[in-house]
């Protein structure tokens, strides 16, 4: 059976490597796959791509990440639309984690700033992911996941990426950014929802052939 080519439509460092590693981990004979990124688009389609993020949930903007590539390929595409819900702040930023702030570190200090008067049983909050896949016909089809935790009042490790270093993962009394990365592969709100989908993927591709 010849690997299923599809992209990743994400133009985030740190996701695109998670997605990468659980994808090449996860997807086993008699299936295979060849993922690609937004690296190996030429000049003119990397000109194109434009994704504007302005829907209103994970769901949205996850959709329009991957219709922003699979319009410019029309080969199937896998997007990330993820994000930190914190319930003490009304569930923001939500849809606007990457927008929050320019930098990690600032999204971070803003996000501190916030919750400064907040003791830690008040700071409950959640990484969601949701994954839109576009196969070559044009069907889309959603995945989500997510994974509870607590805000801490400082940065701790430097692994991962985004809003890692404050979000307290009680389960391993370590925060994601003490996590590996396979310790946070295990557990993260984008394993749940990309066990979905190579779940859905293994059944696509058999029934495709
Ligand atoms: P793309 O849209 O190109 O994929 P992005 O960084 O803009 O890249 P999002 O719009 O989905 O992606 O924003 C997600 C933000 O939420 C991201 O920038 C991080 O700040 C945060 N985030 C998402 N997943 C995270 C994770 O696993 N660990 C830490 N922070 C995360």
């Not at 008699?30 to 190996?40: C, D, G």
């Not at 089809?141 to 994974?147: A, H, L, M, Q, T």
């Given at each position: 059976m010849n690997p299923y080519k599809f992209y990743i439509s994400s133009e985030n460092e740190g996701k695109v490597k998670e997605i990468l590693k659980f994808l090449h981990?996860?997807?086993?004979?008699?299936?295979?796959?060849?993922?690609l990124t937004l690296n190996s688009l030429d000049e003119s389609q990397k000109n194109k791509y434009n994704p504007v993020e302005n829907g209103i949930s994970f769901l949205e903007n996850a959709r329009i990440k991957a219709r922003a590539l699979y319009s410019i390929l029309r080969e199937p595409v896998l997007a990330d639309d993820s994000g930190l819900e914190v319930d003490a702040l009304n569930g923001e930023p939500g849809v606007f984690s990457s927008r929050y702030e320019k930098t990690d570190e600032?999204?971070?200090?803003?996000?501190?700033r916030e919750l400064t008067d907040f003791q830690q049983q008040m700071r409950s909050a959640r990484f969601i992911s949701c994954l839109c896949?576009?196969?070559?016909?044009?069907?889309?089809i959603f995945f989500n996941g997510k994974v509870e935790g607590i805000i801490i009042d400082q940065p701790r490790g430097n692994h991962g990426f985004g809003y890692d270093p404050v979000f307290y993962y009680p389960p391993l009394n370590k925060t994601f950014g003490e996590l590996t990365p396979d310790e946070k592969q295990n557990v993260s709100h984008r394993s749940h929802a990309l066990k979905l989908f190579v779940h859905f993927l293994a059944k696509y591709i058999e029934f495709s052939a």
């Amino acid at each position: 059976m010849n690997p299923y080519k599809f992209y990743i439509s994400s133009e985030n460092e740190g996701k695109v490597k998670e997605i990468l590693k659980f994808l090449h981990e996860e997807i086993r004979p008699p299936f295979s796959a060849n993922v690609l990124t937004l690296n190996s688009l030429d000049e003119s389609q990397k000109n194109k791509y434009n994704p504007v993020e302005n829907g209103i949930s994970f769901l949205e903007n996850a959709r329009i990440k991957a219709r922003a590539l699979y319009s410019i390929l029309r080969e199937p595409v896998l997007a990330d639309d993820s994000g930190l819900e914190v319930d003490a702040l009304n569930g923001e930023p939500g849809v606007f984690s990457s927008r929050y702030e320019k930098t990690d570190e600032l999204r971070i200090g803003r996000l501190l700033r916030e919750l400064t008067d907040f003791q830690q049983q008040m700071r409950s909050a959640r990484f969601i992911s949701c994954l839109c896949f576009i196969d070559k016909f044009g069907n889309e089809i959603f995945f989500n996941g997510k994974v509870e935790g607590i805000i801490i009042d400082q940065p701790r490790g430097n692994h991962g990426f985004g809003y890692d270093p404050v979000f307290y993962y009680p389960p391993l009394n370590k925060t994601f950014g003490e996590l590996t990365p396979d310790e946070k592969q295990n557990v993260s709100h984008r394993s749940h929802a990309l066990k979905l989908f190579v779940h859905f993927l293994a059944k696509y591709i058999e029934f495709s052939a």
